[in-house]
Every structure is written in C-alpha cells, then in structure tokens.
C-alpha cells in the first residue's frame, strides 16, 4: 500500500506557527488526493485538510480555515500543512492519508488506516 510518513510535529506557543510535511515513500503523491486528519487527547478523530491530486480542489474544515494553508510540493514528493496562529485546542496527533479529497471525507473524519502520525501541542 501507499507508505506515508508525517513529522514536523512539536511544542509551540499559542499564536505560533508550525509546519507539518507529508512525504511519500518512494510513490509519487501526484496521484493521490490526500488528507489531514488529527486526533485530540480523549476525542475522536477528525478532518482537517486535504488536497486533490491534481492541486485544483483545496477544502478546509471551520476551525482551520484562515489559519492552515494546504500545499502540494510535486518536486519533493510532500504534501504540506502549514499551520498558523496556532490554539491549544488544535493540540492533538496529526495523520496524512490517501482519501478522496471531499468536504464528506474530512466531515465523516474517514481518514482511513492508523498510522503513527505526528504530535503537534500547542501550549503556553
């Protein structure tokens, strides 16, 4: 299956900014639309972001919107979130995956496979 690994993950101070990458390996993401979703401690999975393959659909959910930015770097083979005026409460695990790009897809937080994801706190 597709293998992806997501970092950039860490501690920020509210307000900060922090940006999360979603690398293939050794699959070109070009083909792929492909998701954020994140878990926060003791809730339950939800979408955050995602990207079509083609870079012509780009959907976020409420809480992001205005704060992420979405990108598709062709040349790295990386999906990027670049995350902004951060807020404790986007404190949580962080995870990419290969789903539909819809706003159904990151509502339903069908995110697909577990994976280990990326940590990002958010804490003052």
């Known amino acids: 299956q597709l293998q992806l690994v997501e970092s950039g993950g860490g501690l920020v101070q509210p307000g900060g900014s922090l940006r999360l990458s979603c690398a293939a390996s050794?699959?070109?993401?070009?083909?792929?639309?492909i998701g954020w979703f994140r878990q926060a401690p003791g809730k339950e999975h939800e979408g955050v972001s995602c990207?079509?393959?083609?870079?012509?659909?780009?959907l976020y959910v409420d809480s992001v919107k205005g704060r992420f930015t979405i990108a598709r770097d062709s040349a790295n083979n990386t999906v990027y979130l670049q995350m902004s005026f951060l807020r404790p409460e986007d404190t949580a695990i962080y995870y990419c995956?290969?789903?539909?790009?819809?706003?159904?897809?990151?509502?339903?937080?069908?995110?697909?496979?577990w994976g280990l994801g990326t940590q990002v706190t958010v804490s003052s």
């Open positions: 995956s290969a789903r539909p790009c819809t706003m159904t897809t990151l509502l339903k937080a069908d995110f697909g496979a």
């Open positions: 050794g699959f070109d993401l070009d083909y792929y639309d």
């Open positions: 990207i079509s393959s083609s870079g012509g659909s780009i």
